[in-house]
């Protein structure tokens, strides 16, 4: 598969659109912290008044000019978490509510994990077993490197923020994690990049302790926090929305322009073994001759787009979870553990063992996945 140019990825980017209301709260947030947001809005094509609309959307590749000026203006003012603390459930839409009235914290994040590209585009959101804990990363499916430090810390900062709020305290009372002083017990963040000058003034205002300097972008759970109740938990109401999240998101991806894009994203929100052709092109509504056509014009082939995102995945079971060998070959779809051997290697030139102890990737949770090639075979 062509490796893909900054053009090209501009390009793609621009394909997506993102809710406006999240420019509209950036914007607003730039002004509290005493700076004016008209340089924000130069050039573009659109205004503040028009982000007022709930239905209003935004280029990607507009909303990241627009991020960047902001983060010029106000970001070492703590921009990303000021902004945080503006970003309330309700401004969420249909995702806001199906995480507020999920049944469980795992719930609600599980609907975020699975619905976040309808409001973050180019960030997806895995979360992994590991043992007594359960790791939560994000990972950038562009290059976006002055926005990615700045995205994570935002993000990170919402989801515990809102899990502060929105858990039932004597469900966390009886599980063991009484919540003091609006502290997550047990929870933590870890970021990668080194800890900016702001993050004492906010400390004491977030939830649960920011980590930096780590080798890689993860919130870390204690397995048994997952099971808290949601204080507005209604399990009629929260499968109410997340199938219209499932109808969206779907649409979404259909309308995509870049086919390779949308299914390798498709993918990734899919749990293994990962689907065929023919039926990766019935979600598509189209023939696989046709889904084959389109993705030669592209130069690839869907078995390599498969086999990137089977390479992530291998790659964060190994370095993230306590999981064998074995059992992670099985987990991605191999009945043999020597052909995911020989696969693994040819993604990456060592054995899966030798990866494993080679340490945590920095570079991985960053980037987008890298060409994959060689032979797949998964059991049926």
Known sequence: ??????????QMLGLFLLPGVYLRVLGDTVKRLGFNDRPLYEGLNFAATDLQAADSRVFVTDAIVFADRAIALAGRQGLSFALARELRVTIHGMLGFAALTSPTVGGALDSVRRYLQLRAPFLNMVMRDAGERVLVQLKAEFEVPTLYPFLVETVMATLVLLCEQLVDRESAEQLGFELRDGKLPGVSAQLTCVEPAYYTDYAHQLPIRFEYSRDAEMLIFPKPFLDIRMRLADAEAS???????????????KEQGDIVLAIRNMLHLMPGPLPSLEEMAERFCVSSRTLKRRLAERDTTYREIVETVLKDRAIQLLRYTNQSISEIAYDLGYADLSNFSRAFRKWTGKSASEFREGGPDRSWGRNASDSASGLLERRD
């Open 1 to 10: 598969m062509a490796k893909v140019s900054a053009d090209r990825e501009r």
């Open 239 to 253: 499968e109410m929305a997340r199938s219209q999240c499932e109808f969206e998101l779907q649409k979404a991806l």
